[in-house]
């Protein structure tokens, strides 16, 4: 069993915490023996409990879940030595499930593991950055304004070409699946239903990209999911359900119905055109 002193040292949680932390939402008198990262923002809980809730994971997937945040969020920096007997006595798993969790971060660009070096923790650069799960990381986590930022840009990078390519191209049952969704929405809007409405935005999404033709562009569908998702993000036409956003989501179904390019990528960049009240502008080349 690893010291007090070692404990501290690791920046893991204590024994037997996999689901505590980072996941708390108590008060901090709750929390007594919970370490916390210094000044880390409560919202990095938010990923953890929803994406291990939503997707089912057990303690393989929570493992991944709370080393991938540690990481993303710089309290295991770059370099920093994983020991696999030391994640399995303070989170009080196996080897197997340190084994298999340490596998899907290396997958992930997050760590590597070279004989007589072990598993040491990779500079961002290496990262696999379109990868959802570091999207929903690092959305969270202190690079918070910059993967949102980021989103946004590769937002308008992908999303209008896929209008334009997708018109004309879809199929009939395709087309009239993006319809349905706009039905959805629109229901879900007048209910107030906000969870609704987030679901049938994000297939909408997809769908458009995935019949856009280009199976490269098809590949990026779910990171544009995954930017749908996470809350706090850019704020667009789409993250504010109202009358406009839905005419915005008509019109697009409408153009790519009609094989109208240019219509479909119009009405695209107006549903990913910020809103003026919200005080951000539209994402515009950075100078270098």
């Known amino acids: 069993m690893m010291?007090?002193?070692?404990?501290?040292?690791?920046?893991?949680?204590?024994?037997?915490?996999?689901?505590?932390?980072?996941?708390a939402e108590a008060s901090v008198a709750d929390r007594v023996g919970?370490?916390?990262?210094?000044?880390?923002?409560?919202?990095?809980?938010?990923?953890?409990?929803?994406?291990?809730?939503?997707?089912?994971?057990?303690?393989?997937?929570?493992?991944?879940?709370?080393?991938?945040?540690?990481?993303?969020?710089?309290?295991?920096?770059?370099?920093?030595?994983?020991?696999p007997e030391e994640i399995g006595q303070r989170f009080e798993v196996s080897r197997t499930v340190v084994r298999e969790s340490l596998r899907v971060l290396e997958a992930k660009g997050l760590v590597s593991?070279?004989?007589?070096?072990?598993?040491?923790?990779r500079p961002v650069s290496d990262w696999n950055l379109l990868d959802p799960d570091i999207i929903e990381w690092r959305a969270f986590g202190p690079q918070r304004d910059d993967q949102r930022r980021e989103l946004s840009e590769l937002r308008w990078t992908i999303e209008p070409l896929a209008a334009r390519l997708a018109a004309g191209h879809g199929r009939e049952d395709v087309?009239?699946?993006?319809?349905?969704?706009?039905e959805i929405m629109g229901h879900a809007m007048s209910?107030?239903?906000?969870?609704?409405?987030?679901?049938?935005?994000?297939?909408?999404?997809?769908?458009?990209?995935?019949?856009?033709?280009?199976?490269?562009?098809e590949h990026l569908s779910g990171i544009v999911s995954a930017a749908l998702q996470v809350s706090?993000?850019?704020?667009?036409?789409?993250?504010?359900?109202?009358?406009?956003s839905l005419g915005h989501h008509g019109r697009i179904v409408d153009a790519v119905a009609a094989g109208e390019g240019a219509g479909a990528e119009a009405a695209m960049r107006q549903l990913l055109t910020v809103h003026p009240e919200a005080e951000r502008v539209v994402p515009a080349p950075r100078e270098h």
């Open 3 to 23: 010291t007090a002193a070692r404990a501290a040292d690791s920046g893991l949680a204590g024994p037997g915490e996999l689901d505590r932390y980072p996941y």
């Open 34 to 83: 919970v370490p916390s990262w210094d000044g880390a923002d409560p919202e990095l809980g938010r990923v953890g409990r929803r994406a291990a809730g939503s997707r089912g994971r057990g303690l393989h997937g929570q493992l991944v879940q709370q080393l991938g945040q540690m990481i993303v969020s710089g309290d295991l920096g770059a370099d920093r030595p994983l020991v």
């Open 113 to 121: 593991a070279r004989p007589n070096v072990g598993t040491r923790v």
């Open 175 to 182: 087309q009239q699946r993006l319809a349905d969704m706009v």
């Open 191 to 217: 209910q107030g239903d906000a969870l609704t409405f987030s679901r049938a935005d994000a297939e909408f999404h997809s769908l458009l990209i995935q019949i856009a033709g280009n199976r490269m562009l």
């Open 232 to 244: 706090g993000g850019p704020v667009t036409g789409c993250d504010r359900p109202n009358e406009a």
